[in-house]
């Protein structure tokens, strides 16, 4: 897929992944469309992409009608959008019993509600392109796994990876000119462990963290700091699978074990149905 002159929009482009794939974007001679909630701090970070302009919107994700407007901004400046990244995501790390209402309501409404309002926005407009288009939604390893203390954030990361496998399957039926890449990274440095800061308020939850939440909170900031990739080559790396068309993009290829196991024990706990033969 060529990139050089086309447009990409990237939601929660303020910093961390989003804003290094617009790093990359920019390296590939892309005009941008960068959206957060966090209009200051957005503002801030177009001023870090050399030799561009982006057009910049302060867009709350879980906002169907936020999010439509981004389209309409994006299709009355360019006329087209090329690459559409579905990248606004927050991290909660708690045990189930512990996880309230507002906590599933915030993580799924940024990690789930957000694609399939990109999508929703974005994908007719796409589709009446004569010039092919990708839709990529940023999952996580964790979409493919189960670990303790993960299951608000691993929810909404399965669920982005069954919708983009839907997606990939019924667009490539229709021969459609927009295809679809999942991107699955492992842990790495970012800004996810500070999602707190930009959580509503009537969404917030008061309760003071258990000594088991904090335990395992620690162990996912260690698991982050120690991440040998960067934002910048998970970047690079979803621009590469991009331009390949590919539909998963992992990231960190040793993930792939742990996910094996997974799906071994999936497998073994599912037998296949006794084989039968004819008398």
């Known amino acids: 897929m060529e990139l050089r002159g086309k447009v990409a929009v990237i939601t929660g482009a303020a910093g961390g992944l989003g804003l290094a794939l617009a790093r990359r974007c920019v390296e590939r001679g892309m005009r941008l469309v960068l959206a957060d ?27 169907g009608e936020e ?20 990248n606004a995501g927050v991290g909660l790390v708690k045990p189930v019993a512990e ?25 007719p407009r796409m589709q009446a392109q ?36 839907t997606l990939h399957q019924e667009l490539a039926q229709a ?13 790495f440095p970012t800004g996810i462990g500070d999602s707190e800061r930009t959580r509503p308020r009537e969404l917030t939850d008061p309760t003071p963290a258990s000594a088991e939440a904090q335990q395992v909170q620690e162990r996912l900031r260690q698991a982050v700091a120690a991440g040998r990739l960067g934002a910048d080559d998970v970047a690079a790396r979803a621009i590469h699978g991009v331009v390949a068309r590919q539909l998963y993009v992992f990231t960190h290829p040793r993930i792939r074990f742990a996910i094996e196991e997974r799906l071994r024990r ?11 033969r004819p008398p």
């Not at 999010?67 to 087209?80: C, D, I, K, N």
């Not at 996880?99 to 994908?123: K, Q």
């Not at 796994?145 to 990361?157: E, I």
């Not at 999936?266 to 039968?276: D, F, G, I, K």
């Open 37 to 63: 909630v966090d209009g200051a701090a957005l503002a801030t970070a177009a001023q870090q992409l050399p030799a561009t302009e982006p057009v910049i919107a302060e867009v709350d994700v879980t906002r």
């Open 67 to 86: 999010v439509e407007s981004l389209a309409r901004l994006a299709y009355q400046r360019f006329g087209a959008v090329h690459l559409l990244f579905n």
């Open 99 to 123: 996880t309230t209402s507002n906590d599933w309501r915030w993580v799924l409404g940024v990690n789930l509600w957000g694609v399939i309002h990109g999508i929703a926005a974005f994908l």
């Open 130 to 165: 004569a010039e092919e288009s990708r839709i990529v939604n940023t999952a996580s390893a964790a979409g493919f796994l189960s670990d303790p203390g993960m299951a608000a954030y691993s929810v909404s990361k399965h669920a982005v990876v069954v919708l983009s496998e």
């Open 175 to 187: 021969s459609s000119r927009v295809g679809v890449t999942v991107l699955c990274p492992a842990f």
């Open 266 to 276: 999936v497998l073994e706990a599912c037998p296949p149905p006794p084989v039968t």
